[in-house]
């Protein structure tokens, strides 16, 4: 194998790694700050899929446009939900141990509602419409000019989140409360109110990653679980909680899983990941980069 | 009542519920045997769940794989075994695999358990499909030694009833009681002088065995399986729903929610599948946030402390338009 044959296996990993950290972006804030493992996370990824191809094929809108959009209506439904279910949740559950098996299933709930929501609601077709899909050439390498513009946004919004939680006064209290929700109210951190706004933020991510996800891929309600796991396999390498982690740990699977798939054959991406997920779970249960 | 009491009770009831079920495919239409199918399974499923998940709070997603192997373990071996071996060889090797699983994973508690147990399955699903394609040349299978209906019935309804006496009688040996006390505190069960680790395979590898089992029995049922239907991890939510809205401690509760649940899914999924779906997430919600306890634990106190909670509620409101107003 040549040396630019290397380059273009490990580039195009890269852009499918950095698809992978947009995707965990929210379900890392849920879980790492609030112990919520949202498994419905695929799903309202979808739903976020769905509003901007409806959106782009009924009105026309730009799908570019439609990303703070399905961010604000993501992030809407985010807080009701967390009204309606966590709020008491929280108030009831004796322990941390029991509010994250409840919330479990909560979520669990949620995905089998959300999920069959869209497909009653738009029916189990394959959907999808073309966007930028002309490639574009970079010297020797071709790559689709779509999944340049999703990983050059996914780049930017997890660069812009790792900011956000690192250098102004509400990512201090964010980080206070990932830390030790006790000791963030004693404080005097508002945990009443960050909570939802967290959760919300979260939801509203994934309706981010979707609507990207839709300029380059065909989408489907039952979309939504491979992402889920995805994105679990991508928090468990970058440890809960970590933003920066997540983004090596996206980048990191999709070149693995490149390169994995030039050596053995693509049927075998699957078995991959799964492995990764496994191995790293028992082996580096807190992350591949904790100390 | 005293402790015998309840185990007559216990006892008679298994009996009287075991009766009514040998007797219904003497009246029953094809249609009520079938759904008495289905319930019947999940019945054997999910009490052996909560035999281990319920008590010592290991939420295991794992229930679709061990049914998997157990049915394509029978679906292999019918060609050259009998019915009874090839069930009983099904369960062993869900056992053994379950083992080997457990032994692995049963030190990490809480979400990560869950999580690892559902990418176990869909390891082993993945792994299986790609063995299919690569060594055996199709991905499914098709069974031609079938046993006729009613010994699958017959197959199944003795799992079911053997489910729920093993329960039965794990809850009074000194097993469940560390199982229990494993899901109260593990480390002072461990303090206590239990060898949790032991115990806790050993109960892992007893949810295995029933649901490799019960694999085996329902393969043949569906003629043609391939990894896509029998490693559906659906199979294991819906152990796990169904054993959690009944109440997943209990000893009826499992049992009450099968029922109700193969009603619902009978007569809702034909005309209307998402919106049985849809209320079966609804209903789950529901149960985790009004109903811990699961249905077993209803109690008229529960209503009335709904209705006490509701009417706090609606003061709180009227409470609030006074003040605005």
């Given amino acids: 194998m040549s040396l630019f044959s290397w380059l273009e296996l490990i580039a195009s990993g890269l852009i499918t790694g950095g698809i992978y950290a ?16 949202n498994i419905a ?246 992350g591949l980069f904790a100390k | 009542m005293k402790d015998k009491q309840i185990l007559v009770r216990d006892l008679l009831l298994l009996l009287a519920f075991a009766g009514w079920a040998l007797a219904l495919p003497h009246y029953g239409s094809e249609f009520v045997v079938s ?32 049914f998997g192997i157990g049915a394509y373990t029978s679906a292999i071996a019918l060609e050259k075994m009998a019915w009874l071996e090839s069930i009983a060889l099904g369960a062993g090797i869900a056992t053994v695999v379950a083992v080997v699983m457990g032994a692995a994973v049963l030190h990490l508690r ?60 794990v809850r009074r040996s000194r097993f469940g009681l560390a199982l229990m006390g494993i899901g109260a505190d593990e480390q002072r069960a461990q303090t206590l002088g239990v060898n949790t680790r032991l115990i806790k395979v050993a109960g892992f590898a007893m949810t295995a065995a029933f649901a490799g089992a019960v694999g085996a029995a329902m393969a043949v049922r569906w003629t043609y399986i391939d990894p896509h239907t029998v490693f559906n991890p659906f199979i294991g939510f819906q152990t796990v729903l169904i054993a959690l809205i009944g109440g997943a401690m209990t000893l009826w509760g499992p049992l009450i929610a099968a029922i109700v649940f193969s009603v619902l899914a009978e007569t809702l999924r034909l005309q209307a599948p998402q919106v049985y779906m849809m209320s079966l997430g609804l209903l789950l919600i529901l149960s985790v946030l009004y109903l811990p306890g699961g249905l077993a634990s209803l109690r008229w106190a529960t209503f009335s402390g709904w209705w006490r909670d509701s009417r706090g509620w609606a003061r709180g409101l009227s409470r609030k338009e006074r003040k605005n107003g």
Wanted: aromatic share 10%.
């Fill in chain 2, 35 to 66: 759904m008495a199918l289905t319930c019947l399974m999940y019945v054997a499923l999910s009490s052996s769940w909560g035999l281990f998940c319920g008590s010592t709070r290991y939420l295991s997603l794992a229930t679709s794989a061990f």
């Fill in chain 1, 41 to 286: 996370h695929g799903e309202f990824l979808m739903l976020g899929a769905y509003l901007t191809w409806m959106a782009h094929t009924t009105l026309g809108i730009s799908p570019l446009l439609m990303v703070p959009v399905s961010f604000l209506a993501l992030m809407a439904l985010g807080l009701v939900i967390h009204k309606l279910c966590f709020r008491r949740l929280t108030v009831t559950s004796p322990n941390l141990d029991i509010f994250e098996a409840r919330g479990l299933m909560v979520a669990f709930g949620l995905m089998f509602l959300v999920q069959n929501f869209a497909s009653f609601m738009w029916g189990g077709d394959l959907r999808g419409y073309d966007y930028l899909a002309e490639p574009v050439k970079m010297g020797e390498a071709q790559f689709a000019g779509n999944k340049l513009l999703v990983f050059g946004l996914a780049l930017l919004f997890s660069g812009a989140l790792i900011a956000l939680l690192r250098f102004t006064l509400l990512g201090k209290g964010v980080r206070a409360l990932m830390q030790s929700p006790t000791g963030a109210q004693l404080v005097g951190i508002d945990t009443q109110r960050l909570h939802p706004l967290m959760f919300g933020i979260g939801l509203g991510l994934s309706g981010v990653a979707g609507c990207l996800l839709s300029m380059a891929y065909t989408i489907t309600p039952s979309m939504g679980e491979p992402y889920t796991v995805t994105a679990l396999i991508v928090i468990t390498l970058g440890g809960f909680g970590s933003m920066s982690g997540a983004l090596a740990g996206g980048l990191l699977l999709g070149v693995v899983e490149a390169l994995g798939m030039h050596f053995t054959n693509p049927s075998l991406k699957a078995l991959l990941s799964y492995s990764v997920f496994i191995a790293v779970l028992l082996l580096r249960p807190r």
């Fill in chain 2, 110 to 169: 809480g979400t990560y358990f869950a999580v690892l147990t559902f990418g176990m399955t869909e390891l082993i699903r993945h792994a299986v499909t790609y063995f299919e394609k690569k060594v055996t040349g199709t991905v499914g299978r098709v069974l031609t030694v079938v046993p006729d209906r009613d010994t699958i019935y017959l197959t199944v309804l003795a799992l079911a009833v053997l489910a729920v006496l093993v329960s039965i009688i």
């Fill in chain 1, 22 to 37: 947009l995707v965990a972006l929210g379900l890392n804030l849920q879980y790492g700050l609030m112990r919520i493992l």
